[in-house]
């Protein structure tokens, strides 16, 4: 709470400042985007990240030359990248001209953002045409598309990029390692069938979710159903077909019965979209290390 309050109190004495300018913003020369640029970065390095954003975007009027503009479009990208801001991040970041020293980093981030956002086809796009500027960016480059590959279940894609892991460079190693065990896992997931699974729990209360992979969920539907069978055909039995017991309980019974069916439906949707997410998460953690090991 301090150090915002210090970053506040910093940032009015600056806004005063420039306000007692006799120049227009507009006119400001180089030495005052220096320093404007300077003063965004304290209040970055203090945290205060909303109002170093708050600097840089009136900073946009006095940037006059190429190498300005980069380096507000970088600055204003990378802070994006750090409040997970992923929009703004790929977009500040991507248009970064390949004339400047961020460009190589911007490019790269700019990348994974987008594939971070879920834009996969338009990741692998920049992604192909990421700066090598040695071998081991080479890797990354292929690490990265291969990434992609297994986001999007290209496992021949995936195939083809990591014919270029070399499994040398400590930064890499590991990563290309974990790639290699999810694409045999993905591979060889097994696509259980909705409609299997609630015929599945048709003939057997439960049965289905055990399918879809939900045993203790299954073992948990089918033992309130079975009481509930019990108790509809004990009030058969004893009272009748028109007793209030046989008709509370049956009406209970078919209820449980058919939110069973429905049930074991919808686990193999939420199973797969739980498998899904893990495995989509791990990769995405996996893309993320080496860029920020090679270019931090």
Request: charge should be positive; hydrophobic fraction near 40%; glycine fraction near 6%.
């Amino acid at each position: 709470m301090v150090k915002k309050l210090l970053a506040l109190v910093g940032l009015a004495i600056q806004c005063w400042f420039l306000i007692g300018q006799s120049q227009p913003v507009y006119a400001q020369t180089p030495t005052s985007f220096g320093k404007e640029w300077r003063f965004a970065q304290y209040l970055s390095d203090k945290d205060a990240v909303e109002e170093a954003v708050y600097v840089l975007d009136h900073l946009v009027p006095m940037a006059q030359t190429t190498a300005q503009k980069d380096s507000l479009l970088y600055f204003r990208g990378w802070l994006a990248y750090t409040t997970k801001e992923l929009t703004v991040a790929h977009q500040k970041l991507l248009s970064v001209s390949s004339e400047s020293p961020f460009y190589t980093r911007s490019r790269y981030y700019g990348a994974y953002c987008l594939a971070f956002a879920g834009n996969r086809d338009s990741a692998r796009v920049v992604m192909q045409t990421l700066p090598t500027p040695d071998s081991t960016f080479r890797e990354l480059k292929a690490l990265q598309l291969a990434g992609v590959a297994l986001l999007q279940r290209r496992y021949d894609e995936y195939a083809r990029h990591q014919k270029e892991f070399r499994y040398t460079s400590y930064a890499l190693v590991n990563e290309q390692n974990r790639f290699n065990k999810y694409d045999s896992t993905l591979r060889a997931e097994k696509h259980r069938s909705p409609f299997v699974a609630g015929l599945y729990s048709a003939i057997l209360p439960g049965l289905g979710k055990v399918y879809a992979g939900k045993s203790k969920q299954g073992i948990a539907a089918f033992l309130p159903i079975l009481s509930l069978g019990l108790l509809t055909y004990e009030g058969l039995r004893k009272d009748g077909p028109r007793s209030a017991r046989f008709i509370g309980f049956g009406s209970l019974f078919t209820l449980f019965y058919v939110g069973n069916i429905w049930g074991s439906v919808l686990s193999v949707k939420v199973k797969r979209n739980e498998f899904k997410r893990e495995y989509d998460n791990k990769i995405l953690f996996d893309m993320h290390i080496p860029v920020r090991s090679l270019l931090n």
